[in-house]
């Protein structure tokens, strides 16, 4: 805990700093929702086929999951949902060739079920 999942569309690959992204993600999270950073897992996917609103190809998406254990508030949750969309912000640069696409972004911050297990391998 916590889990974060991170879908983005193709066309932001090459300026979406994924990895640095995440540690700061990671730091952000444990400052935000409690726990520890060493206990973030976060993955990426790359989406090959996104389309919003009209279709154009600037436009990009990207949507952050945040799975927590249960027991936050939902002030906590909108404070953690506005500080991912700022550090976001910060971590897409402009086009290498092109215009800048257009970034809908968002994020979700969810409680795992109360079934919710972990096994590491040592």
Do not use: W
């Not at 640095?20 to 444990?30: D, E, I, K, V």
């Not at 929702?33 to 389309?51: I, M, N, P």
């Not at 009209?54 to 927590?68: I, M, S």
């Not at 939902?74 to 800048?100: F, N, Q, W, Y």
């Amino acid at each position: 805990m916590p889990h974060i999942t991170i879908d983005y569309s193709a066309n932001l690959s090459d300026i979406f700093a994924r990895r640095p992204f995440a540690l700061a993600l990671h730091s952000l999270t444990a400052k935000v929702a409690g726990g520890s950073v060493a206990d973030c897992k976060t993955r990426f996917r790359r989406l090959e086929e996104v389309y919003v609103a009209d279709d154009a190809p600037e436009n990009a998406l990207v949507h952050v999951q945040l799975g927590l254990l249960a027991g936050r508030t939902d002030a906590v949750k909108a404070e953690l949902s506005a500080a991912v969309l700022d550090l976001l912000r910060t971590h897409i640069s402009g086009a290498t060739d092109g215009p800048r696409p257009v970034v809908h972004a968002s994020v979700d911050v969810i409680e795992l079920g109360a079934a919710y297990c972990k096994y590491v391998e040592a």
